[in-house]
């Protein structure tokens, strides 16, 4: 998951953690990628930013080859998306821009999760 896109994804929830945990246990989350500090329902998970993530990769001795976010574009507005999805080919095209925006380096920490592909150097 990436940290920055979850933020800003589930917002709502977010404040509504930080208003059971305070404060800190937020920052802490935004901070670390850790959310036990904040869980109540039981949903533990570590995120990440894309610049952690991508170091991961290198201290594991891998290249990554791709990278995209997931998600960026059609997050925001789910009314919006579904109006898209009524017509078939504005469907296809709105896919297609999508796919295009979740690639480009200023969007990959702003989807929900980070998705890449990565090679063995050894």
Known sequence: ??????????LGPVLDDADRGGD?????????GD??????????????RWSE?????????????????????????PAAVERVTTDPQ????????EITACREPGALDGGTHLLFAAVHRG
């Open 53 to 77: 993530l991508r170091a991961l990769v290198e201290q594991c001795d891998a290249e990554v080859v791709a990278a995209s976010a997931s998600n960026w574009a059609s997050l925001g507005d």
């Open 24 to 32: 800190d246990a937020m920052e802490r989350a935004l901070r670390t």
């Open 90 to 97: 504005r469907w296809k095209v709105f896919l297609e821009q």
């Open 35 to 48: 959310l036990r500090p904040t869980q109540t329902s039981g949903h533990v998970a570590q995120m990440y």
């Open 1 to 10: 998951m990436s940290t920055l896109g979850a933020w800003r994804a589930l």
